[in-house]
């Protein structure tokens, strides 16, 4: 009878800890679908390339103040090519995604680059670290795929640029690599430091865009909001709730899980700038929730997914 327990318990420490991961990076992507959000709010004449870079300045200031007060950002060396593969498909993803939104529009800029990241994470989960998704990811991230695509555009009006798109492609890319790239420098450092260290490299890697750009929006207190509010808690808060729960949350299914970012900036657009979802889109918002509760009731009863 104590055998039988002792296994149940055994077996019960992975899964919570997989499900506890599972709603950290769900906690994430909700704060990442508020960022769409804020930035309709900002001043006028606003450039996505600085708000991109300004989210990555502030983000990664305060992220290393937080990983500082916490103890630092530890003893040992960091892997160069990990570091440098980690903040420069962040710095990446930023040029690539903002750009390809503004050539193809949000619709098919969103939908290419979040729904072919976990596709090429899942790819890369397995080369690199022998990953294996497994059915459940599988079933959940081509629910949570049709979703997203009736999501994103049922609204109508979808135009496509084969730039905008390749583009949109190298962000999913992108996204997925630095994940990956997240996950390998995570063991023996603690979330905050690794993310520190991140974001201020992909920070300085786009401070020459701050010198191409106009920033006289900054000065108004409306866009000090908006970008304190993106970097501090859709960057810095968001990313270390990321990084925790990537810990124990294959990258596949990291990447699956953070489809919830659709989801949740669709749902705001309609409480708060006042968008309307057609019948096609809403009906993506249940295969979006279907998709993302197989994969986390799935994480709540395994070891890995």
């Known amino acids: 009878m104590d055998n039988q327990a002792e296994k149940t318990t055994v077996v019960a420490a ?13 906690a994430a992507a909700t704060l990442w679908g508020t960022s769409g959000t804020s930035q309709a709010l900002a001043p006028e004449g606003v ?77 890369l989960g397995f080369v690199v670290r022998g990953e294996r998704p497994g059915r459940a990811w599988g079933i959940a991230t081509v629910l949570a795929l049709a979703g997203c695509s009736l999501l994103v555009t049922g609204g109508g009006g979808v135009a496509i640029d084969v730039v905008g798109v390749l ?21 023996g450092r603690t979330s905050e430091a690794v993310m520190a260290v991140v974001f201020c490299l992909g920070a300085l890697l786009l401070a020459p865009v701050l010198f191409m750009v106009d920033l006289h929006w900054v000065a108004q207190p409306r866009g000090i909001g908006v970008v304190l509010y993106l970097g501090v808690v859709v960057t810095a808060v968001s990313y270390c709730l ?6 124990s949350v294959p990258v596949a299914s990291a990447v699956t899980l953070s489809l919830a970012e659709p989801l949740m900036a669709a749902l705001l657009g309609i409480l708060f700038l006042g968008e309307r979802l057609t019948p096609k889109a ?3 918002i249940p295969l979006l929730f279907a998709g993302l509760a197989v994969l986390a009731y799935s994480m709540s009863g395994k070891r890995a997914v």
């Open 14 to 26: 992975p899964a919570a800890r997989n499900a506890g991961g599972a709603l950290l990076v769900l």
């Open 47 to 123: 450039s996505p390339w600085s708000v991109g870079a300004l989210r990555l300045l502030v983000g990664g200031a305060a992220l290393m103040l937080l990983a500082v007060l916490k103890g630092g950002l530890g003893k040992g060396r960091w892997p160069f090519w990990g570091t440098l593969a980690a903040g420069g498909f962040v710095a990446i993803y930023q040029l690539t995604f903002f750009t390809a939104v503004s050539r193809t529009g949000v619709a098919v800029g969103t939908l290419v680059a979040i729904g072919s990241s976990p596709v090429i994470a899942g790819i």
């Open 282 to 284: 809403l009906a993506g």
């Open 242 to 247: 990321f990084a925790m729960g990537l810990r």
């Open 167 to 187: 583009l949109a492609l190298g962000a999913g890319t992108s996204y997925a690599c630095y994940t990956m790239a997240i996950k390998v420098l995570l063991p």
